[in-house]
């Protein structure tokens, strides 16, 4: 997925981004420097005891840094109407290159707390 950001800085900081945007309650440090932190492979060895929602978030982080995450296009549509924008924004961002993705990072819509579960 390098292709689709400037460098690994910048998918570490899409990643932190839409963590925070998302409001999960374990966003502060899933990144350090250009990858994700040991407290983000922690949190994926012991996705059980996330939400469904959190656990969709997480593997979609993952699935940025290594394609490993294997989140469904389905299990997209399990996300609440915020979450559901976050993603699919990230992932309009995405396809239209590094630019887009930076923009998405310095401007992209925040949560307007239409929905309560992640």
Same mark, same amino acid.
């Given at each position: 997925?390098?292709?689709?950001?400037?460098?690994?800085?910048?998918?570490?900081?899409? #990643?932190?981004?839409?963590?925070?945007?998302?409001?999960?309650?374990?966003?502060?440090?899933?990144?350090?420097?250009?990858?994700?932190?040991?407290?983000?492979?922690?949190? #994926?060895?012991?996705?059980?005891?996330?939400?469904?929602?959190?656990?969709?978030?997480?593997?979609?982080?993952?699935?940025?840094?290594?394609?490993?995450?294997?989140?469904?296009?389905?299990?997209?549509?399990?996300?609440?109407?915020?979450?559901?924008?976050?993603?699919?924004?990230?992932?309009?961002?995405?396809?239209?290159?590094?630019?887009?993705?930076?923009?998405?990072?310095?401007?992209?819509?925040?949560?307007?707390?239409?929905?309560?579960?992640?």
């Amino acid at each position: 997925m390098y292709w689709l950001f400037k460098d690994e800085s910048q998918m570490t900081r899409a #990643i932190q981004t839409l963590a925070t945007r998302a409001e999960l309650a374990f966003a502060d440090g899933l990144t350090t420097g250009h990858k994700p932190s040991e407290r983000f492979w922690k949190l #994926i060895d012991g996705l059980g005891q996330l939400s469904h929602g959190e656990q969709v978030l997480l593997r979609f982080m993952q699935d940025m840094w290594n394609g490993d995450g294997k989140v469904g296009v389905a299990e997209l549509f399990d996300l609440d109407a915020d979450n559901q924008a976050l993603v699919l924004g990230l992932l309009a961002a995405m396809s239209k290159g590094p630019a887009a993705v930076e923009q998405w990072i310095e401007s992209g819509p925040a949560k307007s707390h239409e929905g309560e579960q992640a």
